[in-house]
């Protein structure tokens, strides 16, 4: 663990894989992360992990797509230091046929997966502007590249993101806040994905996976820090990660 670091990061999805491996990175560095999700009940064992290891982390419940959430909990982290790090991984991935994807599906997945993250664009910048400095990070898919099919309401809203973060780089950069997207261009480590090659493969897919085929939420992780690490003469805007077997 670090010395302690008279700054916050906020992780705005801080589930139990890629969201919470931030916020446990980030918080070994020294950083108070302050964490948020939909359900406050599911961060407990984030934040025990974290303050066991001699971390700080403050967890809230958090709707991603109401404005005045995203603002107290930005506004809560940088009350209680500077906010130096916000990062956008609240995840929106559904797949429906064209003909089953209703109106209320598609709007929903616009909601989570853009709109919440200009909410946290916007509102990260109106904190950091003023002090000249900061860091936004907002997590992509391959679906931000390309539509598939059944992905029609996640691309369209990943696609939107990408852009999203292009615009505020743009604007933002000039003024040493670094804005960066990330691809995450495979299948991450989790019982989810696990259970969808099982699924489609059987029992032995699972157990046969070679190590290192799918991404450690750990590894992505450290790609996030390593971006915030970055000295401005040579900011990475958009990154594209996979493990060494993905087929791209």
């Not at 939909?38 to 958090?62: P, Q, S, V, Y």
């Not at 780089?169 to 995450?184: F, Q, T």
Request: proline share 3%; aromatic share 8%.
């Amino acid at each position: 663990m670090s010395a302690k670091r008279n700054a916050t990061v906020a992780v705005i999805g801080a589930g139990d894989y890629i969201g919470g491996a931030i916020a446990k990175k980030f918080a070994a560095e020294g950083y108070t992360v302050f964490a948020g999700r939909r359900t406050a009940d599911k961060l407990g064992a984030l934040k025990t992990e974290i303050e066991a290891a001699g971390g700080a982390c403050e967890t809230r419940g958090l709707d991603a797509r109401k404005e005045d959430e995203v603002t107290a909990f930005l506004n809560a982290a940088d009350a209680h230091a500077p906010l130096e790090v916000v990062i956008f991984n609240v995840g929106a991935n559904v797949n429906f046929p064209l003909l089953e994807t209703t109106e209320r599906v598609f709007r929903k997945v616009w909601e989570m997966a853009c709109y919440s993250g200009f909410l946290a664009g916007r509102e990260a910048a109106r904190l950091m502007l003023p002090r000249g400095q900061g860091s936004i990070f907002f997590t992509g898919a391959t679906a931000s590249l390309r539509g598939g099919v059944g992905y029609a309401a996640f691309a369209s809203a990943k696609f939107g993101l990408r852009a999203v973060a292009q615009s505020m780089a743009r604007e933002l950069g000039p003024k040493n806040i670094h804005v960066a997207h990330l691809i995450i261009d495979a299948g991450v480590d989790t019982a989810f994905v696990r259970n969808r090659i099982r699924a489609a493969q059987g029992e032995d897919a699972v157990k046969n996976l070679p190590p290192d085929r799918l991404m450690n939420p750990s590894s992505i992780a450290d790609t996030y820090w390593q971006l915030h690490q970055q000295k401005r003469d040579a900011w990475t805007h958009e990154l594209d990660i996979r493990p060494y077997g993905e087929q791209w």
